[in-house]
């Protein structure tokens, strides 16, 4: 590993310098093949992990979209994906060794560059971005090693605890986000997700630590409480509007090929866009009491649905690949079928709703073939998501307001609600009739707070959750798995089908029917045997995906 990182450090760097100035005749008794760091800008390390870390198709298609994004349901597996929980090793080394690589080059900027004033900033936004990538890694396999991962020691680095490593990125957001100066050094356009605009990384920061303290309410609720307060508080604030969403920007982006990335949305469609879930379908219908558009025209539609529905996936249609049979339905599959059953006409890809057009660039549903989008950028964080922590924080009980405000859960709700739906451009007239109609959807969850909060599907937490996991789509499947996994919230069915051992109890619902984590990859027991035995001993199921993570502590089952 250690050569690895020198290897692609030194390379880097040598990039950076044919783009600087003509260098002075001094510089000619230099070894341009192992340039120094106060030779280069540490952007020329930054932009390509901002790249590597979202828009990699590999990474991104098999962990984000089908591993991910499959395990909270907002797609169900097909013939591609038909692995019925059990995690494909292959993929996983892959991320694992990704993984590694974008923190060595993140540690290289942080290691080499923290004590020189002219590069302040830009290292604050690199220990933002490593505990971006570090989160995802420890949400997707627990224990992880973190505090000496890729430290240029050279030796296998130990695990540390899922606790310490949550401890830390919060204390890194806290301190990053304090040091960051508006005034200070300027980054330039080499920063993908806001262009040098230090008051965003703020946003940001504040926003992410917030993020990760609501990730702790079922474990530790008093750290969750005193973190998630201290960054409504912090210095910048909140993201607090749309404006505002973090996104890693692909138009223009020069890296796509010099990097071989594709700058799209790929991910969204694998062989063919990606199939609604069953789950997905019954969150959506009836809730809000809108009317589904066009359904005359139309054989299997539900009367009614919330209007994000028709939107986040098409009803099925000759231009999209239907079969006769199976035109004019909007439906999604369960989730967690074998591929022999995903393969049968009822469950098939082609002749069930798949991903809107709305975000694969065509104009209209009969656009055939469908275009991608290569200018959508990938949405990191939603300003929706914020409003929905704030709201869940509120509903504890927790200060989530701005300026020391107590401020109500209904309210942050509702902004949440508004902001989702002005995502995808939806009327204000449209959302008012969402906001106050009191028809449920297919698990008896309504739209208003105050509507008949009783159970477990319908209490103001389950309304919050809801609404979360469909603002999320299509970008932020991390955080819709994260919460299930959480709270059981929303209301998704257990997987169908799922292979004996990957889950608790086939069938059951909530914690006991679905995936809790990914199992290290097997390379590990090999290269890293002591510090993997060791992190193995604290699952107390073993390296499995039954074995539930420090976060993963509910005891109750929603029933």
Same mark, same amino acid.
């Given at each position: 590993?250690?050569?690895?990182?020198?290897?692609?450090?030194?390379?880097?760097?040598?990039?950076?310098?044919?783009?600087?100035?003509?260098?002075?005749?001094?510089?000619?008794?230099? &070894?341009?093949?192992?340039?120094?760091?106060?030779?280069?800008?540490?952007?020329?390390?930054?932009?390509?992990?901002?790249?590597?870390?979202?828009?990699? %198709?590999?990474?991104?298609?098999?962990?984000?979209?089908?591993?991910?994004?499959?395990?909270?349901?907002?797609?169900?597996?097909?013939?591609?994906?038909?692995?019925?929980?059990?995690?494909?090793?292959?993929?996983?080394?892959?991320?694992?060794?990704?993984?590694?690589?974008?923190?060595?080059?993140?540690?290289?900027?942080?290691?080499?560059?923290?004590?020189?004033?002219?590069?302040?900033?830009?290292?604050?936004?690199?220990?933002?971005?490593?505990?971006?990538?570090?989160?995802?890694?420890?949400?997707?396999?627990?224990?992880?090693?973190?505090?000496?991962?890729?430290?240029?020691?050279?030796?296998?680095?130990?695990?540390?605890?899922?606790?310490?490593?949550?401890?830390?990125?919060?204390?890194?957001?806290?301190?990053?986000?304090?040091?960051?100066?508006?005034? *200070?050094?300027?980054?330039?356009?080499?920063?993908?997700?806001?262009?040098?605009?230090?008051?965003?990384?703020?946003?940001?920061?504040?926003?992410?630590?917030?993020?990760?303290?609501?990730?702790?309410?079922?474990?530790?609720? &008093?750290?969750?409480?005193?973190?998630?307060?201290?960054?409504?508080?912090?210095?910048?604030?909140?993201?607090?509007?749309?404006?505002?969403?973090?996104?890693?920007?692909?138009?223009?982006? +020069?890296?796509?090929?010099?990097?071989?990335?594709?700058?799209?949305?790929?991910?969204?469609?694998?062989?063919?866009?990606?199939?609604?879930?069953?789950?997905?379908?019954?969150?959506?219908?009836?809730?809000?009491?809108?009317?589904?558009?066009?359904?005359?025209?139309?054989?299997?539609?539900?009367?009614?649905?919330?209007?994000?529905?028709?939107?986040?996936?098409?009803?099925?249609?000759? +231009?999209?690949?239907?079969?006769?049979?199976?035109?004019?339905?909007?439906?999604?599959?369960?989730?967690?079928?074998?591929?022999?059953?995903?393969?049968?006409?009822?469950?098939?890809?082609?002749? &069930?709703?798949?991903?809107?057009?709305?975000?694969?660039?065509?104009?209209?549903?009969?656009?055939?073939?469908?275009?991608?989008?290569?200018?959508?950028?990938?949405?990191?964080?939603?300003?929706?998501?914020?409003?929905?922590?704030?709201?869940?924080?509120?509903?504890?009980?927790?200060?989530?307001?701005?300026?020391?405000?107590?401020?109500?859960?209904? %309210?942050?709700?509702?902004?949440?609600?508004?902001?989702?739906?002005?995502?995808?451009?939806?009327?204000?007239?449209?959302? &008012?009739?969402?906001?106050?109609?009191?028809?449920?959807?297919?698990?008896?969850?309504?739209?208003?707070?105050?509507?008949?909060?009783?159970?477990?599907?319908?209490?103001?937490?389950?309304?919050?959750?809801?609404?979360?996991?469909?603002?999320?789509?299509?970008?932020?499947?991390?955080?819709?798995?994260?919460?299930?996994?959480?709270? *059981?919230?929303?209301?998704?069915?257990?997987?169908?089908?799922?292979?004996?051992?990957?889950?608790?109890?086939?069938?059951?619902?909530?914690?006991?029917?679905?995936?809790?984590?990914?199992? +290290?990859?097997?390379?590990?027991?090999?290269?890293?045997?002591?510090?993997?035995?060791?992190?193995?001993?604290?699952?107390?199921?073993?390296?499995?995906?039954?074995?539930?993570?420090?976060?993963?502590?509910?005891?109750?089952?929603?029933?």
């Amino acid at each position: 590993m250690k050569a690895i990182i020198k290897y692609f450090f030194g390379g880097v760097m040598a990039i950076g310098l044919l783009l600087t100035s003509c260098q002075n005749f001094d510089s000619l008794n230099e &070894n341009p093949n192992d340039p120094t760091p106060d030779k280069i800008d540490p952007i020329y390390l930054l932009s390509p992990v901002f790249i590597r870390s979202t828009l990699n %198709v590999d990474m991104y298609q098999r962990i984000h979209n089908l591993y991910v994004d499959t395990y909270a349901q907002y797609f169900a597996n097909d013939k591609y994906t038909s692995n019925n929980c059990v995690p494909n090793n292959d993929w996983s080394q892959s991320y694992w060794d990704a993984h590694w690589a974008w923190v060595a080059d993140l540690n290289e900027i942080i290691r080499n560059y923290q004590n020189n004033s002219k590069y302040t900033n830009l290292v604050q936004i690199a220990r933002i971005w490593r505990v971006w990538v570090f989160n995802r890694a420890t949400d997707l396999f627990g224990d992880i090693p973190y505090s000496k991962a890729c430290d240029d020691s050279g030796d296998a680095a130990s695990y540390d605890t899922q606790k310490d490593i949550y401890y830390d990125m919060l204390n890194e957001l806290a301190e990053a986000s304090a040091t960051l100066n508006v005034s *200070g050094d300027k980054v330039g356009s080499g920063d993908l997700i806001f262009g040098g605009d230090i008051t965003k990384w703020k946003l940001f920061a504040n926003s992410l630590r917030l993020r990760l303290a609501m990730r702790m309410t079922e474990v530790d609720p &008093n750290k969750a409480k005193v973190e998630a307060e201290a960054a409504v508080k912090a210095d910048g604030g909140l993201i607090s509007s749309i404006d505002q969403d973090v996104k890693i920007k692909r138009k223009n982006n +020069y890296y796509q090929v010099d990097y071989g990335f594709y700058n799209g949305v790929s991910h969204l469609f694998n062989g063919g866009r990606m199939t609604m879930s069953y789950s997905m379908q019954k969150l959506l219908t009836n809730l809000g009491g809108i009317a589904f558009p066009k359904k005359t025209t139309y054989k299997d539609v539900p009367d009614y649905c919330d209007p994000r529905g028709p939107i986040y996936f098409n009803v099925t249609s000759e +231009y999209n690949g239907a079969a006769e049979a199976y035109r004019g339905r909007w439906k999604g599959v369960p989730a967690g079928y074998t591929k022999a059953v995903a393969l049968e006409p009822n469950n098939a890809v082609k002749n &069930n709703s798949r991903v809107g057009v709305y975000f694969v660039g065509s104009t209209k549903e009969t656009d055939v073939p469908f275009e991608v989008n290569f200018d959508r950028d990938q949405t990191l964080m939603y300003y929706a998501e914020i409003c929905f922590l704030r709201a869940e924080g509120a509903l504890r009980g927790w200060n989530m307001g701005d300026g020391g405000s107590k401020v109500d859960a209904e %309210v942050f709700y509702n902004a949440g609600i508004r902001a989702s739906m002005k995502e995808v451009e939806i009327s204000d007239d449209v959302i &008012n009739q969402y906001i106050t109609s009191t028809m449920p959807n297919l698990y008896g969850t309504t739209v208003p707070f105050n509507d008949n909060v009783t159970g477990v599907h319908n209490s103001q937490l389950a309304k919050i959750m809801t609404q979360k996991y469909l603002a999320n789509f299509p970008d932020n499947g991390w955080e819709a798995w994260a919460d299930y996994r959480r709270l *059981g919230l929303p209301t998704l069915d257990p997987f169908a089908m799922p292979e004996s051992g990957y889950v608790i109890e086939k069938g059951a619902t909530d914690w006991k029917g679905s995936l809790r984590r990914l199992i +290290y990859p097997a390379q590990e027991q090999i290269v890293n045997a002591v510090n993997y035995n060791a992190a193995v001993s604290r699952l107390s199921g073993g390296d499995k995906t039954i074995s539930r993570m420090w976060w993963d502590a509910r005891t109750s089952i929603q029933e």
